[in-house]
């Protein structure tokens, strides 16, 4: 049930969020990329992961890499969706 009402919270706040931000804007959004430094540092840490090989603090710095790019891929779709929206 916790996990459920947390979900819900978490699509009001993006929906609010996508809901708010102009057809230029989410575009912008959608464009978004991880600078080259830290995409060969995530996939320096992936390959330590798949062998087991990670530190706490890798493990860590990994999971923190993984949480942004999860809301990175969050904020994209709705924004592709707010433009979906507005451009019908």
Request: aromatic residues 8%.
């Given at each position: 049930?916790?996990?459920s009402v947390a979900h819900s919270v978490l699509e009001?706040?993006?929906?609010?969020?996508?809901?708010?931000?102009?057809?230029?804007?989410?575009?912008?959004?959608?464009?978004?990329?991880?600078?080259?430094?830290?995409?060969?540092?995530?996939?320096?840490?992936?390959?330590?992961?798949?062998?087991?090989?990670?530190?706490?603090?890798?493990?860590?710095?990994?999971?923190?890499?993984?949480?942004?790019?999860?809301?990175?891929?969050?904020?994209?779709?709705?924004?592709?969706?707010?433009?979906?929206?507005?451009?019908?």
């Open positions: 049930m916790a996990a009001q706040v993006f929906d609010s969020f996508a809901d708010c931000i102009t057809p230029e804007v989410a575009r912008r959004i959608e464009e978004i990329q991880l600078d080259p430094h830290a995409q060969d540092r995530i996939n320096e840490l992936a390959v330590k992961a798949n062998f087991g090989t990670l530190t706490p603090e890798e493990r860590a710095q990994y999971e923190d890499f993984i949480e942004a790019i999860d809301l990175l891929a969050i904020f994209q779709a709705k924004a592709r969706l707010a433009v979906a929206r507005k451009t019908d």
